[in-house]
């Protein structure tokens, strides 16, 4: 999918900006006195920010990723804030101060300011994995008081940081305690159950800042306060659950267990996807189309794809960042906005990949950390299913292992979609046709991309170039003929002329692209040798485009799938 970036402004190295995870002040000398100590408060962010302050409300704390200890700072900039965040700290004067800190995700900065002497600022660009900032400063004849910081930069992606350490001499502040392994709670108890959800409760623990769930010996949540509820589960089926205790220092054992059972019904949180049915992406980030809240999102679409979830730095794994830019203020009102669109039949699905998202799928290992990360949002945000869009190339025999492990957490109800280019369904032979096939029979739909593309073969041999109704019609032909079901193809197309490079087509050519292939009316040179009743429907990039065009194109084409036969 094009997700078209706005002009990135100049990072320059000389820039008095910094952000970190991990701020870290050292004395004059490389050894430490023993008087030194980390004069940051709240270093770790396990007190979530406070002794913090970040711009335009772009810091959060969160428990993952994390470097140590249960919390991190997690910073979003926007397109007109570099998410700064900083803390004074009370230091002494004409002493020499290591300032650090870790740093994952996008463009990261670290700094000191107010120094009395030369501020200093040290930077990194962006990592999948945790990377040391440091740097030091020396404290003027006057100084008390220096503003340590971290920001990221313009318009790109959110940083975390964690374990910041500001070493040096006391300036009369103190440091934080160190904090010491909270103990076990006690057994939690169990509250309400449906068909496919248990609700935990448990004690308060002395000096934790989070808790653990397992289920059945697995992590399953990390929670701040002192109950959870545990969904995506069977009906009429017992399970074990234990509780700990966390903080900076660490993890506490299990609680004993307790057993909690389903109630029987089966799953009814995930609404049947419509024989017909009309796929839109949601973009969850602001690149000129119009800015919407799925609630703004209009009726006409069944399946609505989230876009995107976010690669870690553990193959195969997957986690999602909601963006500050798309105007919701809670996370909370987020997940609120699925369980609308699902009580009103929607299918929300979170999209993985994109054009510039890449998630690896290349083991057991990373096949493993895939099913059990989506499976894990699937039950945090109430997402129905996924959808791979993976346009970086693929590997068939890891990809379906990934997605079967996932079919076997998620139960008959998950909807699976794909969106695969065309080049990567020419033939039964290209890793994602060969995925399509071997996972048939827990898929919904494949919207092949019929736009960013080249001329390509039709089913017939023949050549037909993108922007005609023969292009949808012969390229379906090859799914259709290749072993899908017609139920599970779907045509994809640009919402406007601004939502691809290329391949945008008029409403009234899908529309008479889906009559060809379903009723053999208002085909173009192309005619299938039979039709096809049972084609699922279309699939546009995105709502937001289509939103930006005042809703033409689901205006347009959304009555007339629903009306297929």
Known sequence: MDRTTRARRWLGAGLALAVGTGLGLMGTTGTAEAADVNVARNAGFEAGLAGWSCSAGSGTAVSSPVHGGASALKATPTGQDNAKCTQAVTVKPNSTYRLSAWVQGGYAYLGASGTGTNDVSTWTPATDGWTQLSTSFTTGANTTSVTVYTHGWYGQAAYHADDMSVFGPDGGGGSDPDPVVPAAPAAPTVGTVTSSSVALNWRAVTGATGYNVYRDGVRVQSVSGTSATVTGLA??????????????????????????????????????????????????????????????????????????????????????????????????????????????????????????????????????????????????????????????????????????????????????????????????????????????????????????????????????????????????????????????????????????????????????????????????????????????????????????AGNAWSNAVGPHVHNLP
Not at 408 to 428: C, E, F, R, W, Y
């Open 235 to 548: 009906a009429n089926t017992a399970y074990r659950f234990q509780v700990t205790a966390t903080n900076a220092a660490g993890e506490s054992a299990k609680s004993a267990a307790v057993t909690g059972t389903t109630a029987p019904g089966g799953n009814p949180g995930n609404p049947a996807v419509p024989r017909h049915a009309l796929t839109g992406y949601w973009q969850n980030f602001d690149n000129g189309a119009r800015v919407q809240k799925l609630r703004d999102v209009p009726a006409q679409y069944d399946i609505i794809a989230v876009s995107f979830a976010d690669s870690t730095a553990t193959p195969g794994r997957i986690t999602f960042n909601l963006d500050p830019a798309v105007g919701y203020s809670s996370v909370a009102d987020f997940k609120a906005d699925i369980a609308a669109k699902k009580a009103a039949g929607k299918s929300v699905i979170i999209s993985v990949g994109g054009e510039k998202g890449n998630v690896t799928i290349n083991s057991d290992a990373s096949a493993t950390a895939f099913a059990d990360s989506a499976y894990a949002l699937m039950q945090e945000y109430g997402f129905s299913g996924v959808d791979i869009d993976l346009e970086h190339g693929i590997n068939a025999t890891y990809l379906t292992k990934a997605l079967r492990q996932l079919s076997q957490k998620a139960g008959s109800s998950l909807v699976l979609t794909m969106a695969p280019q065309t080049i990567d369904m020419q033939n039964t032979g290209t890793e994602y046709f060969r995925t399509a096939l071997a996972v048939k029979d827990i898929l919904t739909v494949v919207n092949m991309q019929y736009y960013n593309s080249g001329s390509m073969l039709g089913c017939d041999g023949k050549v037909y170039a993108q922007g005609s109704v023969d292009f949808l019609t012969a390229l379906a032909c090859i799914q259709l003929e290749g072993g899908l079901d017609a139920s599970q193809v779907g045509l994809g197309v640009p919402a406007s002329t601004r939502g691809a490079g290329s391949g945008y087509v008029d409403p009234s050519v899908v529309r008479n692209a889906l009559d060809c292939l379903t009723r053999g009316t208002n085909c173009g040179s192309f005619k299938p040798s039979k039709t096809y009743p049972a084609l699922r429907g279309a699939m546009t990039w995105s709502t937001n485009w289509d939103a930006a």
